[in-house]
């Protein structure tokens, strides 16, 4: 049997994944949903914000569904979201954008650069170190050519090359594996991408770059598109896959039932990509499409439906066609 381990983590993450795992129920009353509870809250109530057992009980699930989680910005409080992609090994962190006349897919590494934990705070300073290895890079280069294979695109590489020499080895590597797949590629510093991409999507379509940089394209970006209500994510390795919105848990609007589910509806959809119910996926994806077009929408994207009422008109529609 399918097994999905379902993560509501903190703050909207309570209202968004219900939402998204009603859904998932409603086309697959075959899989057996078990909830795993970690984040802020826990730590609030426990001190622990996530057991060694809860990694395991994510290992035994065939996809994660994943909501978010608060990280307060604090010495000593380590974040469960990055725990959790190291410990399965989430190297390839997928964002898909898509609007009007663009469709583009940020690819980012997931696992390293400046995330790689490697810090310290001293008395008078305090380091991180970016650590960009050649297996890492390989992977998620590789990662990136087939998602352009797929979509007989195109790969832009996002660096900073002109000042960091461990983005000069990212790039040099990814245009290595984009030559030897015959791919056509180009590359661009990131801070200029990161108006060019609102300027002329168009002109994207696979973008690679290092976590950080990743991280802050795919806010960025979600301009594109009504911002970050709006979309989802895979994270992928060898042999687990966790799909969680973009968006974080969202204090300021959290309780309130007017979050926007979608990002998390798509990253269910994702979720099923990957175990193959391509045509789940699509029901999913059209529901939205529908739903949105009536009107129904939530609050961030110039309407008035709770997250609730968006969640009922979704499972009204995919119920409708049994
Ligand atoms: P955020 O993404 O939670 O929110 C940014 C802004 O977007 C807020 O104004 C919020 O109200 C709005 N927003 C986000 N999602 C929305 C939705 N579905 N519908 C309507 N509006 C939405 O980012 P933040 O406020 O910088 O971070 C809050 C917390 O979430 C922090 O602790 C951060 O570390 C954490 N975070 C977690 C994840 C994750 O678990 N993957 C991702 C990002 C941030
Ligand atoms: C994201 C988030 C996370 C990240 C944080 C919460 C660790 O911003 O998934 O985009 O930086 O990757
Ligand atoms: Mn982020």
């Known amino acids: 049997m399918t097994r999905i381990a379902i993560v509501e983590g903190d703050g909207i993450g309570h209202e968004v994944i219900p939402v998204a795992q009603k859904v998932l129920f409603l086309l697959h009353p075959d899989y057996d949903f078990f909830p795993v509870e970690v984040g802020y809250g826990r730590w609030e109530q426990t001190g622990c914000p996530c057991k060694d057992n809860d990694i395991s009980a994510l290992k035994t699930a065939d996809a994660v569904l994943f909501g978010a989680i608060t990280t307060p910005p604090m010495k000593d409080y380590q974040s469960v979201v990055l725990r959790i ?3 399965l090994d989430l190297f390839a ?9 663009f469709d583009i897919m940020i690819v ?3 696992t ?7 810090e310290e705070i001293e008395q008078d300073r305090a380091t991180t ?3 960009v290895t050649r297996r890492g890079t390989e992977r998620i280069a590789r990662a990136a050519l087939r998602c352009v294979h797929q979509r007989k695109g195109k790969l832009t590489i996002g660096h900073k090359a002109n000042v960091l020499k461990s983005d000069v080895f990212f790039r040099d590597i990814c245009i290595a594996e984009a030559k030897k797949a015959g791919i056509v590629y180009n590359d661009k510093f990131i801070d200029a991408l990161s108006l060019d991409i609102l300027q002329h999507p168009e002109a994207y379509d696979v973008i690679v770059t290092t976590n950080i940089f990743g991280d802050i394209l795919s806010d960025v970006s979600s301009y594109l598109v009504g911002g970050l209500g709006l979309v989802p994510s895979a ?3 060898d042999r ?6 973009v968006h974080g848990s969202a204090p300021d609007i959290a309780g309130k039932n007017i979050a926007n589910p979608v990002a998390a509806l798509r990253s269910a959809a994702m979720l099923l ?3 193959g119910d391509n045509e789940g996926a699509g029901r999913i994806e059209s529901a939205i499409t529908k739903v949105l077009a009536s009107g129904i929408r939530t609050r961030d994207i110039g309407g008035s439906a709770g997250t609730m009422e968006f969640g009922e008109a979704i499972t009204g529609i995919l119920g409708k066609q049994g």
């Open 273 to 275: 990509e990957y175990l």
């Open 108 to 110: 980012r590494e997931n």
């Open 235 to 237: 994270n992928i390795g």
């Open 240 to 245: 687990y896959a966790l799909f969680e919105p």
């Open 112 to 118: 390293e650069g400046l995330y790689s934990g490697i």
């Open 93 to 101: 962190n997928l964002r898909p954008i898509r609007g009007d006349g």
């Open 129 to 131: 170190l970016r650590v």
């Open 85 to 87: 992609r190291k410990a």
